[in-house]
């Protein structure tokens, strides 16, 4: 134990250097320099009460119509004046603080700052018979393991950072969408016709998997997969005059007598979008102010969105339904840095 305390750092390792020697000022040990100071420093302040008289003079005398070189007189004056007094002030109060007030150095000893040697001695005693009742310097073959297992304690998470990649790729980033599905009102599930939209009407609408059953009555998606599906699938459906629709090339039979189908998913950041103004047939993402232009293939007419809204192409069904023609041709979804790689992938397939 002795051995172990004696090789313990002291406890005050560092010396007291002392104080350097100190340096007299000019007014500490001349009167005549400490008088002038003085005088300065007062002349300072007496000036600064001069010019604040000046600054009330100013005030009530110069008209504020009045040019100084070009610029307000009054703004002018006012601003010299106070600006003058606070700057002499300042000044003459930092040169009373280093010229005239007390300069002694001022010592504080400081505490140790390390625990005494009895405190250290019953510590390092306490943990010896820790060590030796825990068998941890007998026992190397428990404590090896010991540390191998806190060793691969690491390897879980680091294998769980695999999840992290690889990103989703385009098959990922289809829709349920198909040939041939109707479009259903989001609200009574119902097929929807033609004839149910007016001029200027849009309505939010999903596709009619979300309703179908399989032999047995059970719904046919359910779950975390009905909730997925629905959140890619959501689109509006608007109906306008068609001779307000500009379709791009190849767009041209995506809508039936003006009524057009985008995703409702914005392509800023995946808000879903919702207010359509009717006059423009704009419509508004309302989280960050993004606009589409429906009427001119989903077109970005504002905002931080950087793609258009993506188009459903539509057509009606033997009994006169709305239903897709295919998936979305592009990818619903927000902007990601490896969209076009993406797109890409899904224009092979298709
Ligand atoms: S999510 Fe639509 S504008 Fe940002």
Redesign the pocket.
Known sequence: MTDELDRLPDAEPVKDPGLPEHQYRPTDVDPAQERRAERQISAMFTVAMLLLVGFCVAYIMIDKDQVFLGWSAMNFALGSTLGGAMLLMGVGIIQWAKKLMGDHEMVEMRHPSASSQEDRAAVLEDLNAGISESGFGRRPMIRNSLFGALGFLGLPAIIMLRDLGPLPDGEQRETVWKKGMRVVNDVSGTPIKPSDLQVGQLVNAEPAIMYETDEEGEPLLHGTELLQAKSKAAVIVVRMRPEDVTPSKGRENWGIDGILCYSKI??????P?SLYEQQTHHVL??????TFDLADNGRVTF???HRPLPQLPLALDSEGYIVAVSDFPEIVA?SYPELARDQKKLDNKS
Do not use: E, R
Not at 266 to 271: E, K
């Open positions: 914005c392509t800023h950041v995946g808000c979008i993402c309302p989280c960050h102010q993004s905002g931080p969105a927000p």
